[in-house]
């Protein structure tokens, strides 16, 4: 018989040929030529000599072996149970707790190949986007029913529930630039957002947290969309380009552009509050739970957290992977999860006293 509990038991994604970008300023100097450049500054005062200045150190990290043991490609971070959810190169979903303590993770039996994931706020819900079946929801309750379908659409690529659980944002490759807003109770499309101009395809999705509102960006657009949810209304056009991933901070006061480097503008206003790290190439990007800090992916295999008031880089965090895809905050702020292009998953616990 089936286990059919999410931890309990709970194709074809295209082939990501990223090649790994090392940047010089992403580079430690040895200590003994960092130092001997701090020095240089402060007798020549030489305006070039900060780049050499020693990053911070690294923390030690946990690795967690992935469940499917392929690379990973999206993931889903459940703060509620604790429990990390994973899509790989095949599109195989897997769960697993983030402390191993916990137990061993699960590969989860889904119809189709997987392309998206989200977890409701609840933690109750882990809803999955596919290629080649309709989207599906399955409950994390031990001993409840988990399978239900969602609404009847395919090739999803990305999906966001709103802050009450109650609404679900779908955009699919059949139907580009088209958000879908899908009541979970009453199974029926509530919104069909668009655009006279839409990109080929939607990269990143993200509801504010007070559910107001949703942003939305895509690969050939010139700009990040945002939305008025009650209304359908689109109510704002950031001129950004080259997004991957979006994040609102959690006041709602900021939004995270992220993809040649990452920009943090004002979602009601539309200025631009701080550019950081100009020209770095990265995949996705959070905020920690008190919205001080930001951490990023990098496709050179490095995580960086960076304060959010000054822009700076507090830590940078080798991920030993040709590429790091996403990251995610513990519930606490005092960990960062993160998934590699080698299936295993990282932890560092950033709850150190030497923390800047």
């Known amino acids: 018989m089936q286990d059919n509990s999410l931890v309990g038991s709970i194709d074809e994604l295209p082939t990501e040929m990223i090649r790994a970008r090392i940047r010089f300023g992403r580079r430690a100097l040895p200590r003994p030529l960092g130092r001997l450049a701090l020095l240089l500054a402060a007798a020549v005062g030489m305006p070039w000599l900060p780049i050499l200045v020693e990053p911070p150190a690294n923390r030690p990290m946990q690795r967690l072996p992935g469940v499917t043991g392929s690379a990973l490609y999206r993931m889903a971070f459940d703060p509620v149970n604790r429990i990390l959810a994973t899509i790989d190169e095949r599109g195989c979903v897997a769960v697993q707790p983030v402390d191993e303590a916990a137990g061993a993770g699960r590969r989860i039996d889904v119809p189709g190949f997987a392309w998206a994931i989200a977890f409701s706020p609840d933690g109750r819900r882990l809803a999955v986007g596919q290629k080649n079946a309709d989207v599906l929801f399955l409950t994390t309750n031990p001993g409840v029913p988990t399978r239900a379908s969602g609404p009847p659409v395919r090739y999803v690529t990305h999906l966001a529930f709103a802050p009450d659980g109650r609404t679900l944002a779908i955009a699919c490759a059949t139907r580009p630039g088209t958000i879908l807003i899908w009541d979970i109770e009453a199974r029926r499309t509530l919104l069909t957002l668009t655009h006279g101009n839409p990109p080929r395809s939607t990269t990143a999705l993200a509801f504010a ?25 689109l109510v704002r056009r950031l001129a950004d380009t080259g997004q991957s991933g979006l994040a609102y901070s959690p006041d709602g006061r ?70 790091i895809r996403d990251v995610a905050f513990s519930a606490s702020g005092h960990a960062l999860l993160a998934i590699g292009s080698d299936g295993d998953i990282r932890r560092w616990d950033l709850n150190r006293p030497d923390m800047p």
């Not at 947290?209 to 209304?233: E, T």
């Not at 480097?261 to 190439?281: K, Q």
């Not at 919205?291 to 940078?316: F, K, N, P, Q």
């Open 254 to 323: 900021a939004l995270a552009v992220v993809g040649h480097g990452v920009r943090i503008w004002n979602p009601s206003t539309g200025a631009l509050i701080r550019t950081i790290a100009e020209g770095g190439s990265f995949s996705q990007a959070t905020f920690s739970p008190d919205g001080r800090r930001l951490a990023t992916a990098s496709l050179d295999g490095i995580a960086c957290v960076w304060d959010v008031a000054d822009g700076r880089e507090r830590m940078r965090l080798d991920g030993q992977a040709q590429v």
């Open 209 to 233: 947290p007070d559910g107001a509102s949703l942003a939305a960006s895509g690969y050939d657009s010139s700009a990040v969309l945002i939305w008025d949810v009650l209304s359908g209304r």
